[in-house]
């Protein structure tokens, strides 16, 4: 067994008993996207965390300690993505990347935006001309300090 293993029984006992991921945020008390961040692999859940998630999946005691292990972080399949949604988030990446680079060191300098000091927001946006998705990223910006 590994984390891959529970991962996978998560999502499978989660499509079965129709569970929605704001549903298990909701039980675990933190956002809808880092529980299912913490569900597919991605973060570490401490042991109420855990507890919560492993009854609501019916998962036993040793794949409940499969959650609180540090996971390897951005795994993906293949090194460009295949799944066509995964894969816009690539290309956005791709055609504004440097855009992003750009304006962020105009605005703050020489350095990073944290993916450890990290919130997201996704919703729903309704449109006439069809539901867009918004998608809000914030992150501490971290300088790259000299010595």
């Known amino acids: 067994m590994n984390r891959l293993d529970v991962t996978e029984k ?3 006992t989660r499509v079965a008993k129709g569970l929605k991921w704001s ?4 039980k675990v008390g ?12 991605q973060m570490t859940l401490n042991e109420e965390q855990a ?16 959650l609180m292990v540090v996971p390897y ?3 993906l399949p293949t090194a460009v ?9 690539y290309e956005l990446v791709s055609v504004y990347g440097m855009t992003f680079k750009e304006l962020i060191h105009e605005e703050f300098g020489d350095g990073i935006m944290s993916a450890i000091d990290f919130k997201m927001d ?10 867009r998705v918004s998608i809000t990223m914030s992150g ?8």
Request: include cysteine.
């Open 122 to 131: 996704l919703q729903r946006e309704p449109d006439p001309k069809g539901d």
């Open 30 to 41: 933190l956002s809808k996207e880092w529980v299912t961040a913490a569900c597919l692999g």
């Open 73 to 75: 972080k951005g795994s």
């Open 23 to 26: 549903d298990v945020a909701a």
């Open 10 to 12: 998560i999502i499978t």
């Open 81 to 89: 993505p295949t799944d066509p949604l995964i894969y816009r988030f």
């Open 51 to 66: 507890g919560i998630v492993a009854e609501l999946f019916g998962l036993s005691a040793e794949e409940k300690r499969w």
């Open 140 to 147: 501490k910006f971290l300088p790259y300090k000299t010595y």
